[in-house]
Nanobody
């Protein structure tokens, strides 16, 4: 059973940057596509990005494209979400999730089998 743990959430000023980490254990990390999601109070969970296993191709939602970058280090069983130019509307709990999808990446939370517990990102002056 794959287990995921997010870290790196913090309070940051508008325009700042953060890097979130998603550490995996319990199963073979390189079999899984990794997605990043966020959920703000009163809002639905939003898919932000996905990175596949085949060639590390990444996909990003329009809301974060050009500001957020997704990567993975299979040797460290860790995926990353680099977030730049953060704005107040980026405030949310951020989650990583995993599913076995090959070269198919998804922004839909219902397609993911394994979830971390989330890490809080707050953007405020």
């Amino acid at each position: 059973q794959l287990q995921l743990v997010e870290s790196g959430g913090d309070l940051v000023q508008p325009g700042g940057s953060l890097r979130l980490s998603c550490s995996a254990s319990g199963s073979t990390f390189l079999y899984y596509n990794i997605g990043w999601f966020r959920q703000a109070p009163g809002k639905e969970r939003e898919g932000l990005s996905c990175i596949d296993v085949n060639d590390g191709t990444t996909y990003h939602a329009d809301s974060v494209k050009g500001r957020f970058t997704t990567s993975r280090d299979n040797a460290k069983n860790t995926a990353y979400l680099q977030m730049n130019s953060l704005q107040a509307e980026d405030t949310a709990v951020y989650y990583c999730a995993a599913f076995v999808g090959g070269d198919y990446c998804s922004g839909h939370p219902w397609e993911y089998e394994h979830w971390g517990q989330g890490t809080q990102v707050t953007v405020s002056s």
